[in-house]
Every structure is written in C-alpha cells, then in structure tokens.
C-alpha cells in the first residue's frame, strides 16, 4: 500500500471531509470532547403559508425560489483564505515525495507460514484444497499507527520530496506561511483488516498455471481523538476534530466529526450498536442552517464483523432472508433550509437487492422488461418517500417507482427504474427528468451556474 504518495494530500485535504466543528473564540484542549457541537437536527420553524398541498405549478416556484435562497447564502469571498491555501498546495507541493524509511510500515517479512497453519486446519477438517492454496499463498503484516508517523515536515524544492524532523509530537506540516497540525490524545483503538490479491505463474513441472495469493494484513492503531488546524500566518482557518471509538467486545461505535472553515460549519455524528444504527449532520452557512439529515437502520448483527463477513460471502439471493432480517427496516430524513423536507422509510434490503440485481440489457435478457417491472414493485412496496414543505404536516408530493426504457441505438437499450413524483394536490405526475428541468427551474439553475463559475475561477 502506497501509504507517502497520498500521506501529505490526506492531511491536508483529509479534514474537508470529516465535518465541521462549532464556531468558538477560545478553543479547548485537544480530546477534551468540548470542540465541537452536536448537528443541529430539530424541526425549525414552521410556515403556515404552506401548511396544505400545493399544485405542482406553485411547488415547483416554491422548490425554485428555495434553491436560490441557498444558493445566495454563499459567496466565494468568504472562503476564498482557505481556497487560497488548498490551491497552493495542489499546485507546488501535492506531488511530492516521502523518504521510504519514513514510512516502512511492513513488519515480519513476506511469509506463507500464517496461512499454511490456518489452511492445516481446513485440511485436517476436510478442506484439502486449502493445504494447496496455502502453497501460494504469501503474506505481508504492516502495523501502522500515528508514533510512526509524527514530526515536521517542510518541502524540499531541489528534490520534491517531504524532509521529516521526528522531534515533534504531532504531523506538522510547514510550507510558505501555512501550517497544518494533527494532534491525537485519548488513547487508541485497533483496527484490523485484510487484503487480498490474485496472480497466476507458470509451474514448469505440472505444466499448469497456478494461483498465487497476496494477502496484506494490516493492524492499524487509530486515535480516539484527532485535531486537525490550518493556519495561515498564524490566522486559524480551518479547525476539525474527530472522535472515534470501536468497542468489538460490546460490538457498538461512535464517531463524531466536526469542522469550522471559514464561515462554513458541518458537524456530524453516526453511532450504532448490533441492532440499531442512526446518523446525523448539519450543515451551516453564517450561522444559517442550510442542510440538516438524519437516518436510522433497525435490525441484528450489525456491528458483528465477523457475521458480516460472511453474510456477504455467499449468493445475494442464498443471503437474501437474512438480510432483510439484519438489516430488517429504516427511515431518513433531509431537511433543506427549513423550507423543504424530505422523509422516507425502507423495509426488506436483502429483497430489494435481489429485485435490482437483473440484467437490463434487452438484447441479452428477454425478461429485461418484467424483471425492471418487478424491480419496480418491490421498491414500491419496501421504500415509502414524501416531500414536505415548511416543517409542516402537510404531504406535498409523494414518490413512486417505474420501469423506463433507455435506448442506446435504434431499438437497443436497458431496461431501468425510475423515481416518479407524484404531487397530492392535482395528482400530477413528472419523472424526475421531466419537473427538475430548465423551464420550470431556471433562476436556480442560473444562479448555481454562477456561482460555480466564480468558485472554479477562484482555483486557475
């Protein structure tokens, strides 16, 4: 694993996309679990003014109306400190290099003798083809954890590469007049994982091809809490933490995120244990709320990794009662600007991906067409959807399922599955392609346009 190439670009790109943390004058001490907020989640205000079904005609200004709201909560000025730094890093420090010694994660060697013992057991249990599988098969263990990667770094320009000084206790990294800290405090938490891959050779004396396995175990010690900061001659502009923990005795987990760039702040939260998982996430603009979602996932077994494992090892449609049994329901919700709301419910996974896994293509399955119709059905029986506006009650649209035939060339296409909204009022019905288009949204699509033009313009 090419751990130096992309270890400068994770660290200081990596803390865009781990949440924003609550803005504050005076920040705590590292770990202290106080630098972020909880995601701002609750019912906002409600409009009354929308407190009953409206035409399609009036929902779709609304929708339209409520886009360049949000749109005009953003102005490229107020990020662009931070744009700056991140773009002068792609452009003169995201290809250079790390010293090898620096980060020589590898441990033991390359051996088959685990493999071989755990295969000798298979063997001895009736598995006589893993005793022959374990004859190619090679493995690496690499240990990898923050000590082994703490100290300064400072670009060298003469052979684009990171120089590492080790007297530090945290990842620094210093270029021109930025600076970006990593600091880790609480303890840690294992993680454990393998990779595999597949190789064939030669055998001159069977005259056969013959498997080769690599495996690359890994045992990754990850902090409980990492801070993250960028500062630009010593201005903060970027303040993100994350706190972790994995408990697999008691099979559950928590991870916190949050981050404060410029005026924009995300904070986010997903925990879960064997029979319940529930995430959350807000997102605001000035102080503004602008998106805020939650999601919720019942059933068993969730966090049992090993259970896991297996239950995607066999046949989708083998499996398929016993995920619907693990993942057995659950419900999301997406709330933008407290103006439109979003929330849907879904049953039975395992039978909706045994329904979705059909080739589509008509040419080479003649049952494209009612294998996509019974795709269909299965999501209109297993996933419920309604959109709602102003924190109210009241039913706007709901969402439904259809098959749709997408033609590639003269009479040669993939049948699929679209969503099809369905508004309460006049029982009017758009696929998504047909309402969200440039007529009925064009000040939206025009405003974003802009905005993205100036944003691009801010990266040349």
Known sequence: MKFKRIFSLLAVAGMLTVGFSACGDDDPEPGTGNEGGDPSVGPGEVDP???????????????DETAVEVANLFKPEDQKEVVDVFNNYAEKYAEYEFDEDDFNFEVG????????????????????????????????NYNVSFDMIKGIYTPDSRTE??????????????????????QVSGGNWDLNFVTEDWDYDYNYETNNYEEIVYEDHYNVTVPKNIVVTVTESGKELVHSTIESNLDRNGKNFRIK????????????????NNSRVT????????GTRVVASTATVNGSNMCDEEYLSELFEDDIEDSQARIDNTFRDGSAMINIADRVQVKATMTKIGTLMVA??????????????????????ALANNVKAQMYFGNTDAVQANIEWQ???????AGYGEWMVEPVIVFVDDNSRFTFEEYFGEARFADAINKFSSLFDVYASLWK
Do not use: C
């Open 49 to 63: 003014s929308v407190n009953k079904p409206l035409s399609s005609t009036d929902a779709g200004n609304y929708l």
């Open 257 to 272: 995120t949050n981050m404060r760039a410029a005026n924009l702040t995300l904070d986010a939260v997903i925990e879960g």
């Open 161 to 182: 590469t990171w120089r590492r000084d080790p007297n530090s206790s945290d990842v620094i990294f210093r270029f021109g007049s930025t600076e970006v800290k990593v």
């Open 356 to 377: 979705g896994d059909y080739d589509g293509e008509s040419s080479w399955n003649s049952h494209a067409e009612s294998d996509a119709a019974k795709f269909a059905a």
């Open 403 to 409: 098959k749709y035939f997408d033609e590639y060339y």
């Open 279 to 286: 995430e959350s996430q807000s997102l605001l603009v000035s």
């Open 109 to 140: 060697g390359k051996s088959m003798l685990t493999v071989m013992a755990k295969s000798m057991v298979k063997g001895m249990s009736g598995d006589v083809a893993s005793l022959s599988r374990a004859a190619n098969a090679f493995v690496t």
